[in-house]
């Protein structure tokens, strides 16, 4: 699990550097608390990402399949397993693995 924990540690530094990427998604949630505010508490081992580039819907929309690849090349290049969830309401989820 540690060895996982590192690996999206190194995964959001990776998207905070990204051209696509690091001015488009805010990283938010408890990950959030524990990267930016002294050691952590727990490990976490989940990334939680608000897309904020677009504010027209249909405009995100265009967008999110060029941030979705984005985001799995950068993982996978982390060797980790990614797969993808259905739409929902609030978007879709990517998981790694």
């Known amino acids: 699990m540690l060895e996982k924990v590192v690996k999206l540690g190194d995964l959001a530094k990776d ?11 805010a990283l938010k949630g408890g990950t959030t608390l ?14 939680d990402f608000n897309y ?6 249909n405009a ?3 967008d999110r399949p060029g941030y979705e690849a984005a985001i799995c090349e950068l993982a996978e290049k ?15 989820k990517i998981y790694c693995s």
């Open 15 to 25: 998207i905070s550097r990204h051209p696509l990427l690091k001015d488009s998604l």
């Open 34 to 47: 524990n990267l930016g505010f002294g050691p952590p508490s727990r490990l976490s081992v989940d990334l």
């Open 52 to 57: 904020i580039a677009q504010l027209d819907r």
């Open 60 to 62: 995100m929309l265009q």
């Open 78 to 92: 982390k060797g980790l397993r990614v797969q993808q969830s259905a739409d929902a309401f609030a978007g879709r």
